[in-house]
């Protein structure tokens, strides 16, 4: 097998795989968010800062109970729509849940820890052009 061959061969996204966009996935996450009652939520486009996906989202939950309704229901959600198994880290002390589906990455945060990471300063910095 040549080198090529593997680039040839690779798998393709998940929203390339199917019949939805990565419009649609983001759609329903910020559906999700909100009727979940998430608290300041933030949409991020990383297509040209990032080859982890091409959007970044980032709520928060009034309480560990709150973060881990959220994302149950965010789960469920993007199960429910047919957009594929997602990737979750966090879960379990629900202070900063990470979840993952490709192409849109949720972050839902207790407030106190999401000001304390400041995440979402991170990935809306301007470009500097390469100057320090």
Partial sequence: M???AAVE???PSASEAADYSVEDVLNAVTASLEDSKAENITTIDIRK???LG??????SGR???HVAAICDHLL????DSGYGPARVEGLQAAD???????????HVFRPEVREFYGIEKMWTMPE???RH
């Fill in 2 to 4: 040549h080198a090529g």
């Fill in 9 to 11: 061969n690779a798998a």
């Fill in 49 to 51: 800062k990032s080859a």
């Fill in 54 to 59: 091409d959007y970044m989202l980032v709520a």
């Fill in 63 to 65: 309480s560990h109970r």
């Fill in 76 to 79: 469920r959600a993007i199960k």
């Fill in 96 to 106: 900063w849940v990470l979840i993952d589906t490709g192409d849109v990455i949720v």
């Fill in 128 to 130: 500097t052009g390469g």
